[in-house]
Each structure stands twice: as C-alpha cells, then as structure tokens.
T-cell receptor, first 109, second 114 residues
Framework: GQQLNQSPQSMFIQEGEDVSMNCTSS?????WLWYKQDPGEGPVLLIA?????ELTSNGRLTAQFGITRKDSFLNISASIPSDVGIYFC?????????FGTGTSLTVIP | DAGITQSPRHKVTETGTPVTLRCHQT?????MYWYRQDPGHGLRLIHY???????DKGEVSDGYSVSRSKTEDFLLTLESATSSQTSVYFC?????????????FGQGTRLTVV
C-alpha cells in the first residue's frame, strides 16, 4: 500500500500554544483529509482539501494541500484541553483512501 | 453523525470460529470500506465496495471476505478467526459529488480473538 509519513508521532504542549503537524507521501493524491479520533470513537472528519495549494480553515484549525500534491499540513491555533486526541491525515488515490499513522496530541492545562 | 452503524460494537470470539461484522449506512453512498486499526499501523484497508456486489481487496485482505447485497449494508467476515485478527474494525463510507469526496467513519467494532 501507499505510505503516508505523518509527523510528529506525538506532541505535548501547553494550553494556548499553536500546533503544527504534517503528512508526506511518495505518491500524488487528489484529495487530502484530516481527522481527529477520541478514545473509543471513530475518526471524525475535520477538514477536506481538493486542490494543490488550497488553504482551508475550520475554526482554530487550518490545513493546506501542498503544491506538489504529495504533502499536507494541519495547524491548530491557541490549543485547548479538548484538542487532545489523535490526528490522522488521509489521501485519496483512485477508489482508496490511505492513512497516516497519526499524531497523538496532549494539551497540558 | 454520518448515518453509519456498526454492529456489534464489541465481540469476543474463539480462535477458529467464523465472525461477521456488519456496517449499515443510511446515506445511500456508493463506496463502503472496512479498515482495521492497530497500534503503530494506523488504519489499514481490508476490503472496499464500489457498488452492490462490486468489491475489491485492500492491503490486508487475507483471512477476510466481504459481501454487499444491498447499498446500505456491507458485511465483513472472518472465515476462521485468529489471534492476529484481534483489532478494532472501522467501516467508512464515501461518495464523490462534483469532484469532492469525503470519507466518514462508524464508531468501530472491538474484536478480541481468544
């Protein structure tokens, strides 16, 4: 399967700090998606990106579709305790979605 | 809530027994997927379907089969469960609408094979 490299694997930050994470691939994707997963729950879609260079926001979250179409970035501004969870990137190629291994975010109050 | 229901939510079964997991959607989406999630591996595709009776294998399909006899239901069967199939299984649905597509997940089924 196609490999998505997501980094960092984990982050421990103070409440109020900004967060950045990214995802890179060896292949081109037509769609990039970002998800958040809480313990015991399924991933929930945060942001969807469809064009190279596209920058999309959802509240304090901003994501970008890389120009090369092989990477994507997610930023969270002014983190709060409920941002805790695992964040996954996903890329679509053909009929399939491929997922990164996740970034575990811990926010320290 | 994307209208996806997985059943059961939890199951414990013995090695060698067959197990069927069900995914039901109310969105009439064409694409349905089964993933397994394991620590260190993220979400890996088992099988997917692109229509009634149309299915294809993903990267970890060995030991699994699927069926889709109706648009709304996608069944995943472990023909003879093994301990390596202990995992959390997620169903997802997707539709392409004017060049835009998104995948939505169910709440997962935690399967333990003892």
């Amino acid at each position: 399967g196609q490999q998505l490299n997501q980094s960092p694997q984990s982050m421990f930050i103070q409440e109020g700090e900004d967060v950045s994470m990214n995802c890179t691939s060896s292949s081109i994707f037509n769609t990039w998606l970002w998800y958040k997963q809480d313990p015991g729950e399924g991933p929930v879609l945060l942001i969807a990106l469809y064009k190279a260079g596209e920058l999309t926001s959802n509240g304090r979250l901003t994501a970008q579709f890389g120009i090369t179409r092989k990477d994507s970035f997610l930023n969270i501004s002014a983190s709060i305790p409920s941002d805790v969870g695992i964040y996954f990137c996903a890329g679509r190629s053909g009929n399939q979605f491929y997922f990164g291994t996740g970034t575990s975010l811990t926010v320290i109050p | 809530d994307a209208g996806i229901t997985q059943s059961p939510r939890h199951k414990v079964t013995e090695t060698g027994t067959p197990v069927t997991l069900r995914c039901h959607q109310t969105e009439n989406h064409r694409y349905m997927y089964w993933y397994r999630q394991d620590p260190g591996h993220g979400l890996r595709l088992i099988h997917y379907s692109y229509g009634v009776k149309d299915t294809d294998k993903g990267e970890v399909s060995d030991g699994y089969s699927v069926s889709r006899s109706k648009t709304e239901d996608f069944l995943l069967t472990l023909e003879s469960a093994t301990s390596s199939q202990t995992s959390v299984y997620f169903c997802a649905i997707s539709e392409w609408d004017r060049g835009r597509d998104q995948a939505f997940f169910g709440q997962g089924t935690r399967l333990t094979v003892v």
